[in-house]
């Protein structure tokens, strides 16, 4: 199937085809660009890093808040420009649309930008191989995939492409939660668990080429079929993959085993990002989230039980209707009880076909905005807390590459924070013990350390 003499010429000199993908939205849509990539690979396609002049731009696209959806659309208008630009001087430029705007507004998005040229849905980048020919073939002929396809995992290329020291790696898509404010039951599809041996082979694959940590992704990954714990328990059995980390998690899904395996797996990173959304039982009943904010804080005190150093993530979000100050006071005071190390937090947005969007007591911009700028005011606070009592201890730190300042090298702490620090270049794929001696918000500052501390 593959056309070696074109996969020959694109690995030996210049690509022959350039090929630009823009990511919006989560890391799933990061897994999946990549695996774009690799199918597009074959045929020629190289990546470059400028869309003005590529042969195929792809815009791998998110649905998840109006603003991720716009932003598309403005993108769009600009990339036509480059199209008009290519064809005046006898170029052509083929414009793909990807991810769950695709999915949800499908050829919709063909009316609303005649430039594009392909639609096609996060369940069928297997085909884009042929997707693109026959767009070549019946030039101007606007084409879609077939959005249901779910043998997408099975058709994607065994093989990876592979840049760096850390990985994602997609194990589980679809969400059947429906949270009253999410499209994404919607644009990915029920839940849905790639088989165990598939995912073990993809992770040894990454492994074999110097991959040291992998991130299982899900929209729902703990509620893997077959059990979360146990598949982390096989891939930790992997040589050279020492550090395992997943995102993200529905509290309802946290089952024991799992909460066990962190208290147990040295690879498995002290790291859970637990949305939570709200800290008010009223709102969480009415969000359709199976957990109540007592049942959330007693989640938590078990995962710390389990590893007491574990840092904590979640997802807020800030004016979904009928919240009043009271539920967002409510909220306040469960983050004052969680202390997160880190966390995200949006202003609620509407999305056409919700629940949600239809409800009484929508919540004006103005309450949002202000609801939100407090609400990051406690989160930033708790996030330079946790770091600051990292400062002073002596931590493995995974780097991964160079820094902006020469000599500098960056890598991660097992609380996924940033670290930056002097050292030799050869210790970029090393854990490699380094003292903190300063933190910010967003990153910390060490030096390489002789030993670890004592755990
Ligand atoms: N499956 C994950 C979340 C996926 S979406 C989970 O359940 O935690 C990522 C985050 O986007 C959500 O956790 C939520 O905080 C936010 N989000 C989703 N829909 C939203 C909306 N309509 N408005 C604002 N934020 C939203
Ligand atoms: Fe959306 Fe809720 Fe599913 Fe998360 S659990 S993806 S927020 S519906
Ligand atoms: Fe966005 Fe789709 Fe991910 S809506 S957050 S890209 S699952």
Redesign the pocket.
Known sequence: MTDTTTAQAAVEGAPLKRLFIKTYG?QMNVYDSERMADVLRPLGYGMVDDPEGADLVVLNTCH???KATEKVYSELGQIKLMKNRKAEAGGQMTIAVAGCVAQAEGKEIMHRQPAVDLVVGPQAYHQLPELIARAHRHSGERLSADFAADEKFDALPAERHVTGVTAFLTVQEG?D?F?T????PYTRGGEWSRPMDTIVAEAQGLADKGVREVTLL???VNAYEGGLANLVRRLAKIDGLDRIRYT???PADMDEALIEAHGELPELMPYL???V?SGSDKILKAMN?AHTAESYLRLVEKIRAARPDIAMS????VG?PGERDGDFEATLNLIREVRYAAA????????PG?P??AMPGQVAEEVKEERLARLLALLDEQTIGFNNRVVGRTVPVLFERKGRHLGQIVGRSPYLNGVHCEGPEQLIGQIVPVKITGASKNSLAGVLAPVLEPA
């Open positions: 989560c998840i808040r109006e969400c939660k949270c404010f999410c499209v994404v899900g929209q729902n993200t998690s529905h990002h637990l949305p959304q989230r979640g997802d807020f979000i979904f995200f937090s949006f202003k609620y947005s509407k999305r919700t949600a969007s």
